[in-house]
C-alpha cells in the first residue's frame, strides 16, 4: 500500500503567526502552536461550515469567516503532545480549481509564491487521482495549471 499523494509529495505551507495551514484536494489542515503542557479541556475550538473559533486557556488564537464552506460534521480537531492542535476541515467544493487563497476570508493570506505552489500541488493531486497507475509526486508542473489545470476527460483512452 503506497502513501497517500499529500504525504509522498510534501506539504505547501502558509505560516501564520500561530502557526500554519495547508490545503489538499478534499481538505484544509490548520496546525496551531500552543504553550507546552495544554491540556483538552484548555481547548475551546467551534467549527462551522463557513466558520472557526479557537481559544487556547480563554485566549482567541484564530476566529472568523473561513475561505469557502466546509462540511461541519467532518471537521474534527485534536490535541498532539499537549503543544500542537491540528483540525482538519473536509472542503465542500473538492476540484483541482479550488485552492483556498487565504484560510479566512480577509486574513491569512498566502503569499503569491505559497499559492501558486499550492495551486502546482493540487493540480498534480488531480492528475493523481484521474491517473492512479502512476506516481506524480515527483513531477513538475509549468504552463497552464491555475484553475485545476486542463481537462483532459473528453479526450479518448
Known amino acids: 500500500m503506497s502513501a497517500p499523494f499529500e ?7 502558509c505560516g501564520t503567526p500561530w502557526g500554519r495551514w495547508y490545503q489538499t484536494l478534499e481538505e484544509v489542515f490548520i496546525e496551531v502552536q500552543v504553550p507546552p ?6 481547548v475551546r475550538c467551534s467549527l462551522q461550515s463557513r466558520h472557526i ?17 466546509t462540511i461541519t460534521d467532518e471537521g474534527t480537531w485534536t490535541l498532539e503532545d499537549r503543544k500542537l492542535i491540528r483540525i482538519a476541515l ?20 498566502a503569499d503569491p509564491w505559497v499559492q501558486d505552489q499550492m495551486q502546482r500541488k493540487l493540480t498534480l493531486e488531480r492528475f493523481q487521482r484521474e491517473n ?18 486542463p481537462d483532459f476527460s473528453s479526450l479518448e483512452k
Open 7 to 13: 504525504e509522498r509529495s510534501g506539504v505547501v505551507p
Open 90 to 109: 473536509m472542503k465542500t467544493n473538492r476540484d483541482a480549481g479550488n485552492c483556498w487563497t487565504s484560510l479566512l476570508e480577509n486574513e491569512y493570506a
Open 132 to 149: 492512479p497507475g502512476f506516481d506524480f509526486s515527483g513531477a513538475e508542473i509549468s504552463g497552464n495549471y491555475s484553475k485545476g489545470g
Open 37 to 42: 503542557g495544554t491540556r483538552a479541556k484548555d
Open 53 to 69: 473559533a479557537l481559544s487556547v486557556r480563554g485566549q482567541e488564537v484564530l476566529q472568523g469567516k473561513l475561505f469557502d464552506s
